[in-house]
């Protein structure tokens, strides 16, 4: 049998981690963060499908996409968090669930990264923990499609 496929996608600028602003981010690259959701994944029976883009369109046809492959959807959507309505209206059109993900404390930070559009339809958030978080986002995800 298959094994049930979560879709984990990242929003700008996360291509950069690793060189990008350590004291938020830390020093792990994007393929790291990718291999130690792999591996928790495969630890409870799940596979995942790790994607990246920088463009909004790109995520938006991603999770319109989604339903028909994937079991949820975990994101970073990095600074499309806090400005887009399309990714919201997107996530709308999906009855998966929904794990939202930030390396940094986002409430720590700028006023305006208080704002969250994913969160009004996710079903957790996990921020502040940095690469940790993702592996956290996995063991929640598999706990919602159980
Ligand atoms: C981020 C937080 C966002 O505010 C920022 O724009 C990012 C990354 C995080 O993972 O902490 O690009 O989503």
Redesign the pocket.
């Known amino acids: 049998m298959m094994k049930k496929c979560i879709l984990i996608l990242n929003?700008?600028?996360?291509n950069m981690l690793g060189s990008r602003e350590p004291e938020?981010?830390g020093d792990q690259t994007l393929g790291d963060i990718e291999k130690i959701c792999a591996d928790q994944a495969s630890k409870l029976g799940l596979s995942i499908d790790f994607r990246n883009s920088n463009s909004e369109g790109e995520l938006v046809d991603w999770i319109q996409q989604s339903k028909n492959n994937h079991v949820a959807i975990i994101l970073?959507?990095?600074?499309y968090?806090?400005t887009s309505i399309a990714i919201l209206d997107a996530l709308r059109t999906t009855n998966l669930p929904i794990v939202e993900?930030?390396?940094?404390n986002?409430f720590q930070?700028e006023e305006y990264?208080h704002v969250s559009f994913v969160s009004q339809v996710a079903d957790g958030v996990i921020?502040g923990f940095g690469s940790q978080g993702y592996k956290l986002a996995i063991d929640a995800t598999a706990k919602l499609i159980s």
């Open positions: 929003g700008p600028n996360l938020f981010y970073n959507a990095g600074a968090t806090h993900v930030h390396l940094s986002i930070r990264r921020c």
